[in-house]
């Protein structure tokens, strides 16, 4: 069936440095993609989001890339801080259908200090 | 504005026990959605209301109910619990057309003994 996976379950980057956390999708037909933080205790928060139409969308200190050939997705956090340790989860919809969006498992990112 | 709120946040049922889970959007969203989070799974539909006065079973509905009650609150039953239902439960939203962004509430600690 169709999946959204990670490659990495959990990531340690130094503070300061860039963070890289992977996701692949299967469907082919996902043509909308979203990256949710969350904290421990908390309910998952929207990040940032990028249709199909494209291949790169920047946010503040985030810029996600997706490469519909491998069907791969991307987060990339600039300059992490203590603040971004979170589990990092990516998602996959199809614009204007079914409304069900199908989340990966996850990634824990440990910003070490 | 409180976005999506839930309660309880934490709470102890003896298998065979009963109880609901209220949940209340203050963003005049049309969907809403039950989810569980269990380790190593990711967020799994439990059930879904796409508009006021319709509900619609997810991946795994078995051994829960929903009520939409009206456009702001979306509630989860379970009737008799089980173990297996031991999990975090998080109520979300989305808005009308062309809006893709879900929103979660804090989550529902619940744990079936």
């Known amino acids: 069936g169709e999946s959204v996976g990670l490659h990495l379950p959990t990531l340690s980057v130094q503070e300061g440095d860039n963070s890289i956390i992977n996701c692949a999708y299967s469907?082919?037909?996902?043509?909308?993609f979203i990256w949710y933080k969350q904290e421990s205790g908390k309910g998952p928060q929207f990040i940032i989001d990028?249709?199909?139409?494209?291949d790169k969308r920047q946010g503040q200190r985030v810029t996600v890339l997706l490469n519909k050939t491998v069907k791969h997705l991307s987060l990339q956090i600039a300059a992490t801080q203590p603040g971004d340790s979170a589990v990092y989860f990516c998602?996959?919809?199809?614009?204007?259908?079914?409304?069900?969006?199908?989340f990966g498992t996850g990634t824990k990112l440990q910003v070490i200090p | 504005n409180a976005g999506v709120t839930q309660t309880p946040k934490f709470q102890v049922l003896k298998t065979g026990q009963s109880m609901t889970l209220q949940c209340a959007q203050d963003?005049?969203?049309?969907?809403m959605y039950w989810y569980r989070q269990d380790p190593g799974m990711g967020l799994r539909l439990i059930y879904y209301?796409?508009?006021?006065?319709?509900?619609d079973k997810g991946e795994v509905p078995n051994g829960y109910n929903v009520s939409r009650l009206n456009k702001r609150e979306f509630s989860l039953r379970l009737e008799s619990a089980a173990p297996s239902q031991t999990s975090v439960y998080f109520c979300?939203?989305?808005?009308?057309?062309?809006?893709?962004?879900?929103?979660f509430g804090e989550g529902s600690w619940l744990t079936v003994v």
């Open positions: 979300a939203s989305r808005g009308g057309q062309g809006a893709n962004t879900i929103y």
């Open positions: 469907n082919s037909a996902s043509d909308y």
């Open positions: 990028i249709r199909s139409n494209m």
């Open positions: 998602a996959e919809n199809i614009l204007g259908g079914y409304q069900k969006v199908t």
């Open positions: 963003m005049n969203h049309n969907s």
């Open positions: 209301s796409a508009s006021e006065g319709t509900t």
